[in-house]
């Protein structure tokens, strides 16, 4: 049996999601204070939760159908997105591990979609 | 008063080290029995929702809140889901003043717990060379990210 594109796109797509939930969540910690009553009025923490939440829908969506072996490490492709949104919003720098990884992972996810057939 | 000497401190940091060994470990072990649990849960969602595209999904936001309601009495879904919660507090406790970059090899084992037990577990799963070779290069790719250089 073939895992069928909708749920590989599906899980893409809340990978994608779910990097930029990071994204919040860092910005959350940053803007981190003391008292209970200051963290639930942090808003980037909250908005960080929430697209956590809707990535894990678009997720569970994708493998309702399809294999596991197949579906569970494109979720890996969430590191690439970190890794870009890191450079961009946080000005964290490339480094030569992170390009070597990056492209590893890319590879992997590739040659797991060469393997679905 | 209680006087430490160095190599107490030097114990201490080495058993503190192999302390969050440990949990992040252990968290890649549940982590992995919390995804088979989500997909023998959405494997139950129901045929209505099966065939989902991202394309539909996006058009018709309905289809979107239905799967979210139908997903929270999902028993297997709930179980993975407080899986996840504790997984989330372990990694707090072994990650608090350690670097997370330097235990990325070993949460990159999720990957091949997640393997393992889809074939041992899941129906219709197979490995072949092209997903072997996938998941050694998303291994080997991930525990690479966080070196320093």
Known sequence: MKTPLSSIILVLFGSFVGSFGAVFLKLGAEHMQGSLKRILN?????????????????????V???QLTVLYPMVSIGYIWAIVWARLFFKEPFTRSKIGGLAAIIVGVALINLGNA | MISTTAS???????????????????????????QILVKQGTAQLGAHHLHLTLGQVLHRPELFVQFSLDMMT??????????????????????????LSRLYPIIALTYVWV????????????????RTMGIVFIVGGVSVLGLRK
Not at chain 1, 43 to 60: E, N, P, R
């Open chain 2, 115 to 130: 393997t393992i037990l889809s074939l041992f577990v899941l129906p219709d799963e197979h490995l072949n060379f092209f």
């Open chain 1, 64 to 66: 309702a159908q399809g």
């Open chain 1, 42 to 62: 942090n808003y980037w923490l909250a908005t960080g939760i929430v697209l956590y939440l809707l990535s894990s829908v678009f997720y569970m969506m994708g």
């Open chain 2, 8 to 34: 107490e401190v030097a114990f201490d940091s080495k058993a503190a080290a192999r302390r969050s060994f440990l949990l992040v470990f252990s968290c890649t072990v549940i982590g992995a029995l919390a």
């Open chain 2, 74 to 99: 999902n028993l297997k879904l709930f179980i993975g889901y407080c899986m996840y919660g504790v997984n989330t507090f372990l990694m707090a406790l072994a990650l608090k003043g350690r670097e």
